[in-house]
């Protein structure tokens, strides 16, 4: 952390006064008058923007276990599947993965009668379940790559080792193999999360409506264009501040 | 080749992507082609913003390396998104008022250029932090050796720094170079004609969605793999003269 003995240094504190100045002459200055309307958007937005950033990173990473597995240790016929999505999904830029999963396969299920009777069809209208899918497939093709570089690098002696006391493959892959793997690259998976909410502002594009759809909005109700995008930027420097604080404790937490 | 598509069922795909008009596969290349130029200025203006912010932040004074630390924390905390929108807004009012107050009144900024400005901040801010930690990554006792031969800064930088560091920094750069050429597509959110807006508008007006997102994945994996290999070369021309690391560490 920063020391206050740090940020008492004689330029800090004129920079932080230029700072003060400009936020003081932001809020006299500007536009804030949106605000109390929007507010209730922008906390639902805010809140769908958690919530699909949670979701995805979480099932981005149970899907990101097996393919750096598979990549690591897994056969020819395991590993090469897992090399080529890998490669696929880190090529492309995602806003196109988006727009394939949305408009492609929005526009091939309404053709397949199944589908329409099935009880999946009210969700499959909707816009969120091809947001889920794409942002959970960028991050499982981003971080099957760092799993498998964290797989390959776990001491091979604590394997053989457990191997020696006739510990069970999966107990060992629990036990040892995923624990270390996981310790390892968590700064990694730090920066990988900071990015993945970045990327959730192109969910926007396809009707989902998180926090930067909310900006979006305002500015074209009311013609105001810095004020909610510097809003906007702040929030999600606030929100980017709080991942990297809650992966520092989590890596303070675990023996180094 | 017509037998080909014909047993395959491709026929109409290969229609719909040909290059002459009633197909849109000249869209295509001409979005592709927008884009990689965008890339490239991206990446070379990102690059120069980055060599003197990585020197800013080395060997420049206090207030200068606190600032470019905001820089860089701000850029690298913001989605990209954002940040286009933020610095195109930014970027046209003031060249408007400047050419306002000039007597030119307003001006149409071209979305090239534009782009270039925008993608070219942001890399900046990621290629400040890979160059400085390159040359970090320098033996000291060459730069100081360069300094007491009384060698002028900027020949130590074209003759000792850069050249010693291009092998620290060639997989980073390479990086910055993939994220450049992926990043083009937000570009397609302010309006501009690069591959995936291009793209877009050829499925959504044959609704071959399929067809078109397919062959715009492919042909930005045709750029990634490719530069890939151009980085790889690059990598191993900057090691030229380092002891290969080859079975070590075992």
């Known amino acids: 952390m920063i020391s206050i003995r740090a940020l008492m240094q004689p330029h800090r504190i004129v920079m932080m006064a230029v700072l003060l100045a400009v936020v003081i002459w932001c809020a006299v200055a500007l536009r804030w008058d949106w605000i109390p309307e929007y507010a209730p958007l922008a906390l639902e937005g805010l809140w769908r923007t958690i919530w699909i950033l949670v979701v995805t990173c979480v099932l981005g990473f149970l899907l990101a276990i097996p393919l750096g597995l598979a990549q690591a240790i897994g056969p020819w016929y395991l590993s090469a599947p897992a090399g080529v999505f890998c490669t696929v999904i880190r090529g492309t830029p995602l806003l196109l993965q988006i727009w394939l999963l949305y408009y492609g396969l929005g526009s091939l299920f309404p053709q397949i009668p199944w589908i329409r009777g099935s009880e999946l069809w009210p969700y499959l209208r909707q816009a969120w379940p091809y947001a889920v899918l794409a942002l959970t497939l960028s991050y499982a093709g981003y971080e099957g790559e760092v799993m498998r570089g964290a797989f390959s690098s776990v001491n091979k002696g604590q394997l053989e080792a457990a191997n020696a006391f006739g510990m069970p493959r999966f107990t060992m892959f629990r036990r040892i193999w995923l624990p270390q793997a996981i310790r390892n690259v968590l700064p990694t998976l730090g920066g990988e999360t900071i990015l993945q909410l970045k990327a959730t502002p192109l969910v926007a594009t396809i009707t989902v409506v998180e926090l930067y759809a909310v900006s979006s909005r305002v500015r074209s109700d009311t013609f105001i264009v810095y004020e909610p995008l510097i809003l906007l930027a702040v929030f999600y420097m606030i929100i980017a501040g709080i991942i990297a604080l809650m992966f520092r404790r989590f890596e303070n937490r675990v023996p180094g | ?250």
Do not use: H
């Open chain 2, 1 to 250: 080749m017509e037998f080909f598509f014909e047993t395959l069922g491709l026929t109409e795909s290969a229609k719909l992507l040909s290059l002459s008009p009633p197909g849109w596969g000249g869209n295509l290349l001409r979005g592709l082609a927008n884009s990689l130029q965008i890339a490239f200025g991206a990446f070379g203006f990102g690059l120069l913003i980055g060599l003197f912010g990585a020197y800013g932040k080395l060997y420049g004074g206090v207030v200068l390396r606190d600032l470019l630390a905001v820089y860089t924390t701000v850029i690298r905390a913001v989605p990209e998104l954002v940040l286009i929108l933020i610095l195109y807004y930014v970027g046209t009012d003031l060249i408007n008022k400047i050419s306002e107050a000039m007597g030119y009144g307003r001006v149409e900024i071209s979305g090239v250029v534009a782009g270039i400005w925008v993608l070219g901040v942001v890399q900046g801010a990621y290629a400040t932090e890979v160059l400085r930690g390159a040359i970090q990554a320098v033996p000291p006792g060459q730069i100081e050796a360069a300094r007491a031969y009384g060698m002028p800064p900027f020949m130590l930088m074209r003759r000792v720094t850069i050249p010693a560091m291009m092998s620290f920094a060639t997989p980073g750069l390479a990086n910055l170079w993939l994220i450049a050429t992926k990043d083009t597509a937000l570009l397609a959110i302010v309006g501009f004609s690069e591959l995936t807006l291009e793209t877009r508008q050829a499925a959504a007006s044959t609704r071959a969605y399929f067809t078109f997102f397919l062959a715009a994945g492919a042909l930005y994996l045709i750029v990634t793999l490719c530069s890939g290999a151009v980085f790889a070369r690059i990598e191993k021309w900057a090691r030229r003269g380092q002891p290969s690391l080859k079975g070590a560490g075992r």
